[in-house]
């Protein structure tokens, strides 16, 4: 098994060490993380990537407070997940929206707003500001039914920052969604993260999505996921479409490919789309 040694982060965001995660007791006993380790800085964007299986959504749970390491520790802005939970220190996007669809767009942003008891004045002036970031000013007064899986997923994405946390959290956002879709989400969340200075860990298991959106990436092997390799993407800040058809990018997608290759059949690839 390879590594990168990766200094830590002058300001550490996330923090996690030497975590495993076990699931059941005796002969049904499933080891899901075996000692992890990394630490995320500020502002940075971070993919988890890693084949199915490989614990990738066990640990994005374990900083949500969603789950509870069987050994180790999670800080987030030095604080347990629990604390930083309650304090509103982060905001999620699933795989799937899990939007209510008897709520208008408007309202489903509004939401953790309301729960907070914030004035419905102050509510519409910031999902309008949202909504606006995420390009569906228009659409503001649609149902969920109404709109296409990627507007959904852009509204999704809207409720989580509407209570301003510095951490998003985003398990495999994208992945139900059609390639030229998907691409424009890319980049839009990009402009999210230029715009509002957030920090990012994100959950995929594609390696081009993940070169693309990160500044590094986090490779999990499978079955306990480990910690295989950290890399910086050496790419340039600003990303664009031209950006994938660069030699450049085609290298680094090429290099994390390899990190799979190292321990799976090569005529295996089922891990690698």
């Given at each position: ?114 729960l907070l008891g914030t004035s419905k004045k102050e ?21 969920p039914w109404q709109l296409s899986g990627g507007m ?122």
């Amino acid at each position: 098994m390879s590594s990168i040694n990766v200094p830590v982060p002058d300001v550490c965001h996330i923090e996690v060490d030497h975590v495993s995660v076990v699931f059941g007791t005796g002969t049904q006993q499933v080891t899901a993380l075996s000692d992890v380790s990394f630490h995320i800085g500020s502002n940075e964007f971070v993919s988890l990537l890693g084949p199915s299986g490989c614990g990738k959504s066990t640990l994005l749970r374990l900083v949500a407070d969603l789950l509870q390491p069987t050994s180790g520790s999670v800080r987030i802005a030095g604080d347990e997940p629990e604390k930083a939970r309650l304090q509103r220190q982060f905001g999620i996007v699933f795989q799937t929206p899990a939007l209510f669809d008897w709520r208008t767009v408007r309202h489903n942003v509004e939401l953790p707003l309301e729960l907070l008891g914030t004035s419905k004045k102050e509510c519409k002036r910031m999902s309008a500001e949202l909504l606006e970031l995420v390009g569906l000013t228009r659409f503001a007064d649609h149902y969920p039914w109404q709109l296409s899986g990627g507007m959904q997923q852009r509204v999704s994405i809207a409720r989580a920052l509407a209570l301003d946390p510095p951490l998003l959290l985003m398990d495999e956002p994208f992945s139900a969604l059609d390639e030229f879709t998907k691409e424009k989400l890319q980049l839009e969340l990009l402009d999210i993260k230029r715009s509002t200075g957030k920090t990012f860990l994100f959950v995929t298991h594609s390696i081009p999505e993940a070169v693309f959106l990160s500044d590094r990436i986090i490779v999990l092997s499978a079955h306990p996921g480990q910690v295989h390799s950290i890399h910086h993407v050496e790419l340039p800040s600003e990303r664009n479409r031209e950006l994938r058809e660069t030699e450049a990018f085609y290298q680094m997608i090429t290099t994390i490919r390899n990190c799979f290759y190292e321990e799976r059949d090569p005529s295996d690839t089922s891990a690698l789309l």
